[in-house]
């Protein structure tokens, strides 16, 4: 599903525009981009969080040449899902 059927599913359950789920959807996906990059986290829950990890450096390979390469410790974000998601992809 890419966000254009995502924006179509929203306008259609909610009873609105597809331009005003469009507009609601952008906002959901700019704060949770914007609490992240701050390094909050956030919650919805049954759904499921999103949090920063850190990720340490770590020494890996080029594939092509076999070359070691030193790869950098970054911030990365994660999602863990919630119990009601879970339920609902296992079909229970």
């Not at 924006?7 to 914007?34: H, L, P, R, Y």
Request: aromatic residues 4%; hydrophobic residues 40%.
């Amino acid at each position: 599903m890419k966000k254009a059927d995502i924006v179509e599913n929203v306008a259609a359950k909610a009873g609105i525009s597809k331009s005003a789920a469009a507009a609601a959807t952008d906002a959901v996906i700019e704060t949770i981009t914007e609490t992240l990059a701050s390094g909050g986290s956030v919650s919805f829950i049954g759904f499921g969080s999103f949090t920063v990890s850190d990720r340490a450096e770590r020494t890996g390979r080029n594939p092509q040449t076999g070359a070691e390469v030193q790869i950098p410790a970054a911030k990365v974000p994660k999602f863990s899902p919630g119990a009601k998601l879970k339920a609902a992809v296992n079909g229970e």
